[in-house]
């Protein structure tokens, strides 16, 4: 065997992003709620991602990545591959900074992020998530038209961009003087976790924080357990969590969260249904199932919150009005 | 004719309100959307008091004048009437306080809002909105009773715990280094808009502020045209926005909306309907359609937003899914 070295984020990483993604990126509410508070006997504050460009934290990683490139590699182009949220950041960022984008998702992606993403621009093309690999088609690609690749997590400057949600939470603590017990964060490849995991661990050292993943796609949660890179089963049953499906943690992003979390948890879809139809009636926010895992968590009684303050990240919004009725519908 | 004095509500009535509602209120953000920004050509700032307890405004100027009544008072009893918002910011101020409520609530009300308000322990009274007087039948039963009333926008108390919303915008607007050029403030009795104009135009006087209501229910614009209290007709067609219905400005709030208003704008329920769908879509906020008004008013053109800053107020998120449902399905 090998040893390889992987790339670390540092917090001047994360520092160096929140410089670029300043008056950029919205600086997204953390918001409170009384009647959860109450519910939970803790205190909650969600950070609420969905109140981002394109709807997700995505566009800080993919706007980071997408201004480091040579001025020249970006009027080339970049490419992406993504299920959705990462496809319309990297297509936003894109636009923003006058990018060529071209997107690989697949073909049962939510019809309101493929839409999205060709609305800001980008060129879609569609793959079968469960006979082709979109590493692969999305190299080819690239290779063909040499385009330059924005990865959806394992990349340090993806990494580092989406650590600037973390940043950002830590400093409202303070404005707020609440000292952040727990973190809770959504987790399919580890980008969102790995970033703000640098972030917290260095600002606020005493916050345990937590990936939160679906169930049958715990690949994370059984990766910090095992100290070592676990694959989710090829057969594991599909969940609502379209978001939230990456097969394992990636190489980047797995050494960061092995040294710096305190575990995983997961959540059923039953759990996470109720997590989003609650996050419509009570707190008024329009999630997508793979944003409201952690607030699953909380409301599944998965984390126990009492007498503590408990910071999650609400990552997404992209539910289409067809699933969100559904899910509204279900009593 | 005789001359009757009414009370007015000063600046430092508002900033005594934003004292007792410190801890207790929501703070809720200001928040900004980049899709927005570009579609509208200004900077559009929403404040989401749909993030509030009981999911609107309603609670501030319910828990101001429920805190200032005599203990014996409370422990007796409040009673208010309501279409909905008014009627679960009350219950939720009681609820807080330990005083039992009564509200009146018409029959046809959206049922999410009857459910809420009675799942804070209020005593809901059904009454029928087309052929009986709300102010009657609550003044007969708050006299049965011996219940002190807490009426939905005309008191003193209940203006200046709403204006605190227009407090905190103020604030919110000077720390992100935002120049208010135009607030919008949804508008039915006028409680929130003489409340919202007491505080921006002592902190704020450049900002011209204007009311925004439901087409055929523009009471308040056609009373300030007129310089005096104008009525909608009583065959006026319903409208969406039923937050939003009152017959007449309020006879404390008018005065104030007179003296610091620009006048008032109004938005068809099919403008309405767009930008609850618009709030869902791109803002992934929750926005009932009298919360919506004045983001009608901005994305269709009703109010022009070309190279200004524009304020406005997300006023209520209490959607029933059903209609929610209905107005995302059509196209």
Redesign the interface.
């Known amino acids: 065997m090998s040893i390889t070295s992987v790339p670390n984020v540092t917090i001047a990483d994360v520092e160096a992003a929140a410089e670029v993604l300043a008056g950029v990126a ?1 600086r997204t ?1 953390l ?5 959860l508070n109450e519910r939970s006997g803790g205190r909650v504050l969600l950070k ?1 991602e ?2 981002q ?1 394109t ?1 997700s934290f995505k566009f800080r990683g993919a706007y980071n990545k997408i201004t480091s490139l040579p001025a020249q590699l970006r009027t080339q182009g970049i490419l992406a591959w993504s299920s959705g949220n990462h496809a319309q950041g990297v297509a936003e960022a894109a636009r923003l900074l006058g990018a060529p984008a071209t997107i690989v998702m697949p073909r049962d992606a939510p019809a ?1 992020k493929i839409d999205n993403t060709r609305r800001l621009g980008a060129e879609v093309i569609l793959y079968d998530r469960y006979n082709e690999s979109r590493e692969e088609i999305g190299a080819r690609i690239a290779h063909e038209r040499g385009l330059a690749i924005v990865k959806p997590y394992d990349d340090p400057l993806v990494i580092a961009g989406q650590g600037t949600v973390g940043l950002e939470i830590d400093e409202q603590c303070q404005r707020i003087g609440a000292e952040n017990d727990i973190l809770l964060v959504n987790c399919s490849g580890g980008g969102l976790a790995a970033g703000c995991a640098t972030a917290i661990a260095a600002r606020s050292p005493a916050t345990e924080i937590y990936a939160v993943e679906p169930q049958y796609h715990d690949d994370m949660a059984r990766s910090l357990a095992a100290g070592e890179r676990q694959t989710n089963p090829p057969d594991a049953p599909p969940t609502l969590c379209d978001a939230l499906m990456a097969r394992a943690p990636g190489e980047i992003t797995f050494p960061i969260a092995r040294e710096l979390l305190s575990g995983g948890l997961s959540v059923s879809d039953a759990e996470v249904k109720h997590a989003v139809r609650y996050a ?2 009570v ?5 997508e199932p793979g944003g409201a895992a952690s607030l699953a968590a909380v409301l599944s009684g998965r984390i126990e919150c009492r007498g503590k303050t408990v910071c999650l990240i609400l990552s997404g ?1 992209n539910i289409s ?1 067809g699933l ?2 559904e899910i ?2 279900d009593p």
Do not use: D, Q, W
């Not at 707190?283 to 999630?287: A, G, P, R």
């Open positions: 919205m509410p918001v409170e709620n009384s009647a609420a969905t109140l460009r709807g309101i419509y009636e707190l008024k926010l329009v999630v919004g009005p969100l009725s509204l519908a």
